[in-house]
């Protein structure tokens, strides 16, 4: 079943796409891209491993590498398989896995990927990872997830050294190194969050410190995302920055203070116009997210954005009969992370002609 016909707008100006559409310019996504490389890899001597949770399209992670990333960084299984499919060498997957075909998944993408490695916060966790590690025969890289301050998941930093400890010992298991996120900065003014992030970063390295003076060696020390990177990159003892949405960039990343292009839209054609202010397009909730924040249609004034499902409903600031039925509005989104998701291919465009049409690798393997 053909999912869409954008693969037959190849070639084609925009106007051609059928909408509501993801749209990658790929032009702005590769000035996103080394702004990022320059500030992490050449100003600061960081390896940079974009996190693809929000990005997902394999063919990405490819440009990144080409870019200067020395890998990805995942959120689930999933991802991690689809990008170790499309030839990523070094993933690091920064949750913990659970469910026992899942490990045995884990284990299995491990021998075929032996540059995976997985994050785990616990004995126990550890335990699950060695056992179907040893079932599998294979050895799995972890790296301890330390709580820096989200209160998520993480190691608290006082039983870190304990937790390598413990890795270390297990068979099946290597122990690379520590990771954190600093995820709960993201809102704060600018001193606050410089605070905040040098509080997270010393509470990072101050846990790989502790274990080297214990003798347990710590290779990676992998922290930070694009709402953070330009505040944490610069605290001593980090090794790598796991900032991957930042080459989109959304009024999220905007309003957390990063200065980047907007490289992702979604495409929407207007459907109807019931008034002279009421624009109605072919794109809603199930389109764009909502989470975070609504996008902001580009180009027009309005006094107010809202989504249904398969609606969206914009009331122009003044009366106008531009944009009509049957054109073209474009949207920047609230937060691209959770838009990405909602679709099932992004139509990538240079110089306003749609250059590719990617698959974005879903939730389960047949995906
Ligand atoms: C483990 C981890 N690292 C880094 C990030 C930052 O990712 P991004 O730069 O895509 O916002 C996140 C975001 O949720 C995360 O969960």
């Not at 959120?75 to 990523?88: C, D, N």
């Not at 913990?96 to 126990?124: F, M, W």
């Not at 039983?159 to 709960?184: F, I, K, N, Y």
């Amino acid at each position: 079943m053909t999912l869409s016909a954008n693969s037959e707008a190849l070639g084609l100006p925009l106007a051609a796409l059928e909408t509501p559409a993801l749209c990658l310019d790929l032009d702005l996504y590769e000035r996103n891209a080394q702004r990022m490389v320059d500030y992490i890899v050449r100003q600061h001597g960081l390896a940079w491993r974009p996190h693809m949770k929000g990005q997902k399209a394999p063919e990405l992670a490819q440009m990144a590498i080409a870019a200067g990333a020395i890998g990805v960084t995942c959120a689930t299984l999933y991802e991690a398989e689809a990008m170790a499919a499309a030839g990523v060498e070094s993933i690091l997957l920064a949750n913990q896995v659970v469910g026992e075909r899942k490990l045995a998944r884990l284990a299995r993408l491990a021998r075929r990927t032996p540059g995976l490695i997985v994050a785990t916060d616990s004995a126990v966790h550890a335990g699950m990872i060695a056992a179907a590690a040893e079932r599998e025969g294979v050895i799995v890289p972890v790296l301890i997830e330390v709580n820096v301050g989200m209160n998520r998941c993480g190691a608290a930093p006082e039983q870190v050294l304990g937790l390598a400890q413990t890795v270390s010992a297990l068979p099946g298991l290597r122990l690379a190194g520590l990771m954190g996120w600093e995820g709960h900065v993201l809102s704060f003014d600018d001193a606050t969050k410089q605070a905040k992030i040098e509080g997270a970063m010393s509470a990072l390295t101050a846990a790989a410190a502790e274990c080297r003076a214990a003798g347990v060696p710590i290779g990676i020390v992998s922290s930070s995302g694009s709402g953070t990177f330009r505040m944490a990159a610069p605290q001593p003892g980090l090794t790598e920055v796991q900032a991957g949405g930042g080459v989109f960039s959304d009024l999220n990343y905007q309003k957390w203070g990063l200065e980047h292009d907007f490289a992702l839209t979604v495409l929407t054609r207007v459907a109807s116009r019931p008034t002279p202010t009421r624009v109605i397009v072919d794109g809603g909730f199930k389109t764009m997210s909502v989470q975070h924040g609504l996008p902001l249609p580009l180009g027009l004034e309005v006094t107010s954005v809202a989504l249904s499902a398969e609606h969206g409903t914009l009331e122009l600031s003044a009366p106008s009969e531009s944009p009509g039925v049957g054109e073209l509005v474009a949207f920047i989104p609230g937060y691209t992370d959770s838009t990405v998701c909602l679709h099932s291919e992004m139509c990538v465009l240079r110089g306003g002609k749609l250059t590719g049409v990617w698959t974005i690798p879903g939730r389960s393997e047949s995906r």
